[in-house]
């Protein structure tokens, strides 16, 4: 099974540029006119780059086969499905809280625009050089029906295009193996390529979530990670661990 998804995921990637459109099948917010339920699984099949793709792939090919064995087949393959649907969820769920501050932030501006307001909310919502340049002239000019209007429309356009950047990659399932990993093997030492020293799985695994919820609540403009959807994979891999061992337990 893991070396099954190992070649969908490679064609898909290979394909999507040619034959389909990632777009269609990538996870928009639940509101956005662009989302399909279909999407909270294709999505987990496309990536945006080589480098997105060997890195989750490269985690799968080293969690991957010992999982399958300790597992079998069908209900490795039923985990990894569920636990990348479960990071959709919980990505969707903060991303449209999230959203719904830009648009209160946004809103908020349009009906009360000020260079210093501005230049605020470009720099917590924009990752380009944009707001700089303008601001300044902004600030010169505060009384400018221009650039009044022109500050508007950029607001508005930042907001738009953080609706409707979708999600995509394996990540959420892949987490989620590393839960697995570190929760059915916890003492079992890993050599990391940055860090060549032993480090126990249990501790790597907490480490790892750690980072995420840090990275996930304090996010940067330009940070396009999906640190929740990371987060998701994991939880719903602790859930459903804690699940089957305790129904296995129950059938013994």
Do not use: C
């Not at 989302?35 to 496309?46: A, C, D, K, R, S």
């Not at 500050?151 to 697995?180: C, D, R, Y």
């Not at 994979?233 to 129904?247: C, E, P, S, T, V």
């Amino acid at each position: 099974m893991v070396r099954n998804l190992l070649i969908i995921n490679v064609v898909v990637f290979i394909l999507q540029g040619n034959l389909f459109d990632a777009r269609q099948f990538a996870l928009y917010n639940f509101s956005s006119d662009y989302f399909q339920p279909i999407q909270l699984f294709t999505h987990m099949f496309l990536h945006g780059s080589w480098s997105h793709l060997f890195s989750n792939m490269f985690s799968l090919f080293i969690f991957g086969p010992l999982l399958e064995r300790f597992w079998g087949s069908q209900r490795f393959l039923a985990f990894y499905l569920i636990t990348g649907l479960g990071a959709s969820l919980l990505y969707s769920g903060v991303r449209s809280y999230e959203l719904h501050q830009v648009q209160s932030e946004a809103a908020q501006y349009v009906e009360s625009p000020s260079p210093a307001g501005f230049y605020s909310f470009m720099e917590s919502h924009y990752a380009g050089g944009y707001e700089k340049r303008f601001a300044i002239e902004y600030q010169r000019n505060p009384d400018s029906e221009a650039y009044i209007s022109e500050s508007k429309k950029a607001v508005t356009q930042v907001f738009k295009q953080a609706f409707n950047s979708p999600m995509l990659g394996a990540s959420g399932a892949v987490f989620g193996l590393l839960m697995a990993f570190g929760m059915l093997f916890p003492n079992l030492e890993l050599f990391l390529l940055f860090l060549p020293i032993p480090i126990k799985a249990k501790y790597f695994v907490l480490l790892y979530g750690a980072y995420e919820l840090y990275a996930g609540f304090n996010r940067v403009p330009g940070d396009n990670v999906a640190h929740f959807a990371h987060l998701g994979g994991m939880l719903f891999a602790y859930i459903l661990i804690k699940m089957w061992q305790r129904n296995d337990y129950q059938d013994t």
